[in-house]
């Protein structure tokens, strides 16, 4: 097998950082924007789960123009929305390091089950 699984790894913690990045850059327009998503849904959850979807969809943008494969940015967005999720819902303190290290551990064992098939 490639390591082909790290380099996805990598570049999707890369592209977690840069929505990081970008994030607090606009972070005034993201208020204003997640008010007006707020408005819409009517509920912090469902708020909250459609900030999570557009992440994924960020993090599919990136690596489908990285790797030059749709199914790549499929499965990275997915993956990358499930972790979010589950350690966010269950509420999971972390520091930034072990967060970025529970990604990329998890992110890497999906990408070597997937690439291992």
């Known amino acids: 097998m490639s390591i082909l699984w790290f380099y996805i790894a990598f570049v999707l913690a890369c592209s977690d ?3 990081g990045v970008i994030w607090h850059t606009f972070s005034d327009f993201y208020i ?8 819409l849904v009517k509920s912090p959850f469902k708020t909250w789960i459609v900030h999570e979807l557009l992440e994924a969809i960020f993090h599919f943008i990136i690596l489908s123009l990285v790797f030059q494969s749709l199914t790549i940015g499929v499965l990275a967005g997915s993956i990358h929305f499930v972790i979010d ?3 966010n819902y269950y509420d999971i303190k972390m ?17 070597m089950a997937i ?3």
């Open 17 to 19: 950082m840069l929505h």
């Open 32 to 39: 204003i924007f997640g008010e007006i998503v707020y408005n």
């Open 85 to 87: 999720v589950y350690h």
């Open 95 to 111: 520091k930034s390091l072990q967060h970025r290290a529970l990604h990329f551990t998890i992110e890497s064992i999906f990408f």
């Open 115 to 117: 690439l291992a098939l």
